[in-house]
Every structure is written in C-alpha cells, then in structure tokens.
C-alpha cells in the first residue's frame, strides 16, 4: 500500500501553485467560510490526493480552482497560479479556453459529463473540435485511439454507443479520454471512483497512475478514501473542515502521520491481508458546521488529544518531518505524534 515510488521527482517549478485560498458563500446576511487558508502546490507529471471526509470542501477548493463557482456573492480571495497565471479573477472566457485545453475534470458520476442523447465518439469528437480545427474524420480518430488507449475494448464500435449502453467503468474510462482528449496538463478528479465497486475501481485508478506516463499529465486526486490515496497519489493533503490539517508525501505522512486526524483516517482503511474486521473503526462524530467551527482547532470535539492549549486558536501548520506538516499543537509541545492506524473512535481517551 505505497504510492509508486517510480514516479519521477516533481520539478522545481510547479504546475499549479494554491496559496491562502480562501471560499466564502453569502447565507441569511452573512458570510459563511466554507475553504479557509488553503495552499498547496502540485509538481509536472505529480499526483497530489486531496482527502477528507464529504462535507470538507475538497470540491469547493477544486471548483475554486477552475473557476467552476458561479453561485451569486460567492467570495473568492488567495491565489491559484497555474503555470504562472493567475486563476482567481481570471475573466470567464479566459479561464473557459484554459478548461478542457490545459485542465480538465473527471467527475464521480459521468453523466455530468455526458449528454444521454448522442453517442459518446460524438461527444468526444465535439469536444476536440472545439479546441483544434481538424476535420471530423481526424477527431474520430483520435477519439478511437484515446478510447483504445482507456482501455475501452473494440473502440470504433464502441464509440458508437449511447452512455446509457456502457457499464459505469466504461462510462467512466470514456469520461477520462474526453478529459484527455485535447492533453490537458492538469487533470481534477473529484472521487472518480467511488460509484465503481472495488475491481472495476482498482482498473480506474491504474489508469490514471499510468496518465503522467502516457499523457504526462499532472493529476488532483480528490477523495474521502485513504485507500485510494495510498494506491495512486505522491503526496497527500488532508481537509479538515474547510482547512489543512496536514500535508506531506503520501509514504511519510502514511507511516508517520502527524495529525490525529490523518491518524484516524489511516485507521478506517480497510487491512489489505488478514481477516477483515467485521467494522472498521469510524471517527465518532462529524465535522462541525462552518459557522459552528469551535474558536481554536475545529478538530478538537472529537480529538482524544484535545487539551487547554488547542481551545485558544486554530493551530498553524507546523513541520513535522521531512516536506511534511500538521495543523496541530503536539509537535510544538514536543509530544509524541499519533501512532500510526491509532483509532480514536471514543472521546476522552489519554494522550
Ligand atoms: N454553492 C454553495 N453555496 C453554499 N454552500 C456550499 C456551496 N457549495 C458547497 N457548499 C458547502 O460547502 C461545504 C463543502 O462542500 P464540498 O466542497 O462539496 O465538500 P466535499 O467535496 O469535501 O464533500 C459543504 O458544507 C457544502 O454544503
Ligand atoms: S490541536 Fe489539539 S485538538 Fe487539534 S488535532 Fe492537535 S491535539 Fe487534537
Ligand atoms: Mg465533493
């Protein structure tokens, strides 16, 4: 359960560059923070998992990022430079031609993406001659070969077909080559396979470990699984309620996790060999709402390590190993990190 160590090291100068972004949307006369001080970076040809539980703001911060958020007095501040361009404020029509040209997006449910009422070839084929001027025979082309290359069998025929005559894998490797069609160097993938049971799910997940070798493609993987993580991204960033509670590379941050939270998920993985539990362990309680956020860290109510010092504000990230950090106070005070797998499914257990 390591992410592939063979990737390449990513590249000084990153993809994408996200620093303190921040999303806000108006409700009853107020503003209610929903992604708070959120930065990150993502290498060329990297793989970086957003995790957290529904609710987190893990779409919100990738909607943000693609300029996807049209809700009326939505607040957007902070940056998201991709490739040195400045996404937060870029004018609608800017960022459209950037979408589906240079980043894409794949979606849980590939009906989003698909309309029921042409086949998917047709789709696809629109979607390239949006962006280049080649004639239609060219576009089928090469819809049939990104097909052939998603591992979609017998692609000419199948691009033919209407959405509804595809299984959901099927639909959902589609869904990926009309992301790929025009190369995008970024491609957002909000829980793309959590519809999908495990096998058809495991196939998925190799295919877009393969993208960065055969498209060179960067990837944002979004997720609440940490299974997925461990099986696809280099580096990890946990959301905890609209907030990074920690970041690091996807082997560091899984043997020596330095959040009791990113503890806590780690716990509710599934065991690969041995016995399966007959229940994984689960965090008690749920996230708190963001006008509900306690004053200091929002993990606290359900923190066995909750103490005075993490009431007074919410705590910075600190570093904790190597390109590693937690938005917590236990390393400050030079006490022990959470074991790995720790559950704390009960509250008030020692520190
Ligand atoms: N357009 C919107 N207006 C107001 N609140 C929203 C909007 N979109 C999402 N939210 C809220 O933002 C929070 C985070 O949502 P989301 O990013 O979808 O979570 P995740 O993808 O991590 O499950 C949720 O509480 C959700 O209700
Ligand atoms: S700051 Fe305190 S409450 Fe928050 S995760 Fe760390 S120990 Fe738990
Ligand atoms: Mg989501």
Redesign the pocket.
């Known amino acids: 359960m390591a992410a592939d160590m063979s990737s390449p090291t990513p590249s000084p100068a990153p993809l994408l560059e996200v620093r303190d972004l921040c999303v806000s949307f108006p409700s009853g006369g107020r503003m209610i923070p929903i992604v708070e001080h959120v930065s990150f970076t993502l290498g060329e040809r990297e793989i970086l998992g957003l995790v957290g539980e529904s609710g987190s703001g893990k779409s919100v911060t990738a909607m943000a990022v693609m300029g996807l958020i049209d809700s009326p007095g939505v607040c957007i501040t902070g940056s998201a430079l991709f490739r040195g361009q400045e996404l937060v404020g870029l004018a609608p029509a800017r960022m459209r031609r950037l979408r589906g040209r240079q980043i894409a997006m794949i979606f849980q449910d590939p009906m989003t993406a698909f309309t029921p009422v042409y086949t998917i070839g047709w789709q696809i084929d629109e979607q390239i001659r949006a962006h280049e001027r080649i004639t239609r025979r060219q576009a089928r082309a090469r819809t049939v070969r990104l097909l052939g290359e998603m591992g979609v069998p017998d692609p000419e025929r199948t691009a033919n077909r209407y959405p509804h005559q595809l299984s959901g894998g099927l639909r959902q490797r589609a869904m990926i080559a009309m992301a790929l069609s025009c190369n995008p160097a970024l491609l957002i993938a909000d829980e793309p396979t959590t519809a999908l049971d495990v096998t058809v799910q495991a196939q998925i997940l190799e295919l877009v470990r393969s993208l960065r070798a055969t498209h060179g493609s960067s990837v944002l993987m979004i997720t609440h699984d940490m299974g997925v993580v461990a099986e696809t991204c280099d580096s990890t960033l946990v959301l905890y309620s609209g907030r990074v509670a920690e970041t690091g590379p996807t082997d560091v941050l899984f043997a020596h996790p330095g959040?009791?939270?990113t503890a806590a998920l780690l716990a509710s993985i599934p065991p690969l060999d041995g016995p399966r539990p007959e229940r994984l362990p689960t965090i008690a309680g749920t996230p708190p709402a963001p006008l509900e956020r306690p004053v200091?860290?929002a993990?606290?109510p359900r923190?066995a390590?909750?103490?005075e010092?993490?009431r007074i504000t919410p705590?910075p990230l600190v570093p904790v190993g190597p390109a590693q950090e937690a938005?917590?106070?236990?390393p400050t005070e030079g006490r022990p990190l959470p074991p790995r797998n720790m559950a704390i499914a009960t509250h008030g257990a020692p520190a």
């Open positions: 959040h009791p939270y200091g860290c993990f606290g923190c390590y909750v103490h010092r993490c705590p938005a917590c106070v236990l």
